[in-house]
Every structure is written in structure tokens, then in C-alpha cells.
């Protein structure tokens, strides 16, 4: 006996085989709205640091010598590295996935259109043909790949919502050694003070 066959013995409707098809399908939509948002997020960050590109500059003024100037330095660039690594992570979980190594199905948009191209009445008739044993299998199989699909999507927007709390936190550390200059970046002693401190 069959994976198909126990489900229709079992008495499992296409409704709720449909039910957790379109669940699964949810999660999916889910996790790819995240993935955007991030991905937005770092777009608009992007577009206003080009805005500020002669305070940027200013990072990297002062005295090369002092911890605070390579460490604005050094966070800056590991700022640029996790929001690049982020980004890439948030793009590579919204680009789609077709699922191809699943069984066909008269559910899936890649085999219909590669296996009936528009032959519309070959593929009317084939599903009114189809029994509920045939509908049962293919619709669990799409069940099965998009779970897949679903986790993929998960583990990859996960990974860039740390590197994006990572990125944070480097600008954050940029921007306070940035407000905080050594001592031998501040201003000189004018030289009446400095005849006093002699």
C-alpha cells in the first residue's frame, strides 16, 4: 500500500490536504516578506549614507596612532561587511525557488507549462480523469517540497536578520568613537596656555 493509498483509507479530504498545501504556502510568503524588509531596510541606509559622504570622510581623520581612530575605522568596514553579507543573505532567500525536484504536478506552474505548454484541453482532461488517489499523491508531494522550500527560506532570512543586528551594532560603535576624539585630536592649546603650562 501506498503513501497515497493511506491517505485516502485514512479518509483525508483534498480540502485539508489543500488546507496544508496553502499553509506551507503561507510560511513561505512569510519568511520572503521578511527577507524584503530587510533587504529594504539596508537599501534605505545605503541611500542615506550617500547622502553623508563628507561625514563619512571624517572617520578617518585624526591621529592614526589612537585606539578610537582604528576602531571607527575598523567597525565602519566590519559595518560594510555585515550589512553586504546581510543583504546577500535577504536577496538569496526572496529569489524564487520552483521546487523542480518534485514529482509532477497538476499544481506546480513549472511542469504544467513545461509539460502542457498551452495545450489547455490535454490538461482539462487530464485532471477531471484523475482520481482521488492521483490528487492525494501529487498534492502531498507538493506539501512535502514546499516545507523544503519553507525551511530554506527560514534558515536564510534568519541568518540575515544577525548579520543586520551585527551592522547595527557597528554603527552604533562607529558613530560613538566617532563623537568621542583622543586627546591629540582636540584642539591645541593656544599659546598663552601652553607659556603657562611651560
Partial sequence: MTDSDKIVKLGVSMDTLM???????EHIR???????LIA?????ILGFLMTQVDALGGVAVGDRISVLFWLRCGALAGYGVSTAIGFCYAV???WPRMG????????????????YQRDYRRYCEDIVTADEKAWSDQIASQIVENCNISTVKFNLVGRAAQWTVAAVVLWGI???ATVLPTTKERSPAT??????IS
Avoid at 30 to 36: E, G, L, N, R, T
Fill in 174 to 176: 562607529t558613530l560613538v
Fill in 30 to 36: 512569510f519568511a520572503d516578506a521578511k527577507a524584503a
Fill in 191 to 196: 599659546p598663552a596656555a601652553a607659556a603657562h
Fill in 92 to 94: 538569496a532567500c526572496i
Fill in 40 to 44: 529594504t531596510f539596508h537599501v534605505a
Fill in 100 to 115: 523542480e525536484s518534485a514529482p509532477p504536478c497538476f499544481l506546480h506552474a513549472g511542469h504544467v507549462a513545461r509539460h
Fill in 19 to 25: 488546507t496544508g498545501l496553502t499553509m506551507v504556502q
